[in-house]
């Protein structure tokens, strides 16, 4: 993509990591032997309006329809979350029972269940297919496409407008942004809400906490996407900032006039502008930091593996697929890799490594085990305490290279 997916600018890539499978990419055991298809990973930013954004991108399809397994229903890191969101969306803009909530890649509907659980009407909109069934079963009423005129005109003729619209890490996966906000003015109520939370690109700069990948398509910053909402006569009323996957922000839009702009949004626009003054060094401080993060990994892996010490990996996440394979670590460094998830365990990464339950890693107590769900760290050492307990230790790879 050579040019700016907001303002179609001319970009300049500042990070290349090679080539890389689909993140998703999780091969039943008769696959592995076809061939990998390889697509270029690499991050590009705009001078002209300051986006930052992937340097070319995956269809839509290969990424969604064909492999997707990520359900964020399974961790209880991930569900205490949702659960606060709920509570805070209906308490702060006063949803009541006969206003429709739509959450857009609704997953398998563990948010839209807590609205449901609230007295609210939901409705959930995802390509996932897999996933789409599996909400379906659960009560949850799904739209199994991708969002745009064509969903919302549908959405709206048998569900009506939403006063609320969710959309929590997809709207930085989204193919086409100007295709998807077409579709946010014919649902959304007219004093209604639409709500984005995404990991946030003002905190990945500064901790390193982050995994460039390709579902994530746009590394989110307030004031360039502002100018994207303005085009829809939409305006960023308020923002909140959290450490979930790393540091994540929350965005509140509107449109113009319809509610009270918070202090926030101004504030967070001035700390962008402050952290990015010198732009292009600090992008190329961070591009130095993530090659950085992949060597020291690299090392450290190797450097065991040459002493004997028996390795494996503990959650199949789609970052942690990604760095596996940049960073060229296969089945000949990774004996398994272990999964909470019934949609991977059984399957194999791209290269090799088969997937496995949790509770192997206890029951094989290797020497150590590579965390590759590192967002969800505290729980999941909660969960597998009794491998530490037995002298097994945890390798963190990012943002620091740490070994608990």
């Known amino acids: 993509m050579k040019n700016c997916r907001i303002c179609n600018a001319l970009t300049k890539q500042f990070l290349d990591l090679g080539a890389t499978h689909p993140p998703e990419e999780f091969r039943t055991k008769k696959q592995l032997g076809d061939k990998i298809s ?23 399809d290969v990424m969604y329809r064909q492999n997707y397994f990520y359900d964020y229903s399974v961790t209880t890191t991930g569900f205490t979350h949702w659960e606060d969101y709920a509570k805070t969306v209906i308490k702060k803009y006063g949803v009541g029972k006969k206003d429709l909530v739509v959450d857009i890649g609704s997953n398998t509907g563990t948010l839209l269940l807590l609205f449901k659980s609230l007295g609210i009407p939901i409705l959930g909109i995802d390509p996932a297919t897999k996933l789409v069934k599996i909400a379906r079963k659960r009560g949850v009423p799904t739209i199994g496409s991708y969002f745009g005129a064509k969903a919302a005109r549908k959405a709206v003729k ?9 959309c929590n890490s997809v709207f930085d996966h989204v193919d086409d942004l100007y295709e998807y906000m077409d579709g946010i003015p014919i649902l959304l109520d007219p004093k209604g809400i639409f709500i984005v939370e995404v990991p946030y690109f003002g905190s990945m700069v500064q901790t390193l906490d982050h995994v460039v990948y390709h579902q994530q398509i746009d590394y989110l910053l307030v004031k360039p996407f502002s100018y994207l909402f303005a085009k829809y006569n939409m305006e960023i009323v308020d ?14 839009m509107g449109f113009k006039g319809a509610h009270k702009v918070s202090l926030s949004v101004a504030k967070t626009i001035k700390e962008e502008e402050k952290l990015f003054k010198n732009r292009e060094k ?3 401080d961070f591009a130095k930091g993530i090659l950085r993060q992949r060597d020291d990994m690299v090392l450290l892996l190797k450097k065991l593996k040459k002493q004997g010490k028996s390795i494996a990996a503990v959650g199949a996440s789609a970052k942690g697929n990604i760095l596996l394979y940049y960073s060229n670590i296969g089945p000949d460094v990774i004996d398994f890799l272990t999964e909470k998830s019934s949609l991977k365990i059984g399957r194999y990464t791209p290269n090799g490594i088969p997937v496995v339950d949790d509770k192997e890693l206890i029951k094989r107590q290797p020497d150590y085990a590579l965390l590759l769900a590192w967002n ?9 305490q009794e491998y530490t307990k037995k002298g097994g230790k945890f390798i963190v790879p990012i943002p620091v290279l740490t070994i608990i």
Do not use: D, M, W
Not at 38 to 58: D, H, M, N, T, W
Not at 239 to 252: A, P, V
């Open 376 to 384: 969800f760290q505290k729980e999941i050492l909660k969960n597998l």
């Open 239 to 252: 923002c909140q900032e959290f450490k979930l996957h790393g540091g994540s922000i929350r965005l509140y």
């Open 282 to 284: 600090v992008l190329a």
């Open 158 to 166: 048998n569900f009506g407008q939403a006063k609320v619209i969710t």
């Open 38 to 60: 390889e697509y270029p990973l690499g991050l590009s930013f705009c001078a002209e309006c300051g986006q930052v954004q992937l340097s070319s991108k995956i269809p839509p």
